[in-house]
């Protein structure tokens, strides 16, 4: 038994929540990790996982294991990235989850900047708009927008999304141009719903101006779980749509779309890199998330004055 592989295999099996998914994403036969790990077990002469039809638990013995097997394998991991020649140049598998208008618009044309400078680091890029299991899926990290609801991730503030109201020409021809918010809720107006991820409901509007707040709960002809459909939604005149500037520019430029409700403001939508509380974070996370927090420094800097994460 090659106790590297296995301790491996059984960190995999923890984090997966059961023997295929690990197998998956180790590349292995499902039977190999089952015995990597049945042979750590016989060596410990320890039950280090509960096995059950439906999902694999770690034992109390098990999950006291694993915090040290995670230590374990990150140090061996910045023990290989300190040696000569590797320190200057880390390598291996990233697995990254990231909005979707975000890849296509930002993260995606500068990555050929970040392979020429990190030409060994491999990335496996999710593209959704969904909620991720970090642990479960074998991410490394995330790139989200909103406050983070999961507190056992660690997280990094690396951008601040200023946003407006917009429309197409042509919805605006038909339905007219709203002078406040309310009018949204009107009969002839329509907003493109967008899908919260984690509730399944639309999302409501929050708008301020001169020390007035108003949560907007318009009408919708379509609501929609992915940011690359809401914003061809829009330019199809479905209904009037929020976005960050850096989604809006280039149509505004075009006159596909008009920005509406300009003397009301938007709080700015916070990002963050989140990614699993491990003690130790690897070489090449650690310089994938200083790139991403400097690319995000050009497109959405954070916002001077706003409070720490």
Known sequence: ??????????????????????????????????????????????????????RVNTTADGAAYYERVVRLLADMDDAETSLSGASASPRGRLRVDVPTPLARMILVPALPEFHARYP??????????????????????????????????????????????????GYLERAGTPAHPRELEETQHRIVGFLSS?????????????????????????????????????????GAIWLPDYMSKAHLLRGELVRILEDWRFDPMPLYVAYRPNRHVSAKLRVFIDWLAALMAQHAPVKVGRPPP
Do not use: W
């Open 198 to 238: 984690r509730t399944g409901k639309v999302l409501p509007y929050a708008m301020h101006r001169d020390g007035e707040t108003i949560e907007v709960q318009a009408n919708y002809a379509i609501a929609v779980d992915d940011g690359n459909a809401y914003l061809e939604a829009g330019l199809a005149g479905l």
């Open 120 to 169: 060994d680091i491999q990335i496996h890029l999710g593209v959704s708009d969904r909620m991720v299991d970090l642990i479960g899926e074998n991410v490394d990290c995330v790139l989200r927008g909103g406050e983070l609801t999961d507190q056992s991730l660690m997280a990094r503030h690396v951008g601040d999304l200023q946003a407006g109201m917009y429309a197409a020409p």
């Open 1 to 54: 038994m090659d106790r590297f592989d296995a301790m491996q295999a059984f960190a995999r099996v923890v984090e997966a929540g059961s023997f295929t998914k690990a197998a998956e994403t180790l590349h292995m036969s499902k039977t190999s990790v089952t015995q990597l790990v049945q042979q750590l077990e016989a060596r410990l002469r320890v039950k280090l996982l509960n096995r059950t039809t439906r």
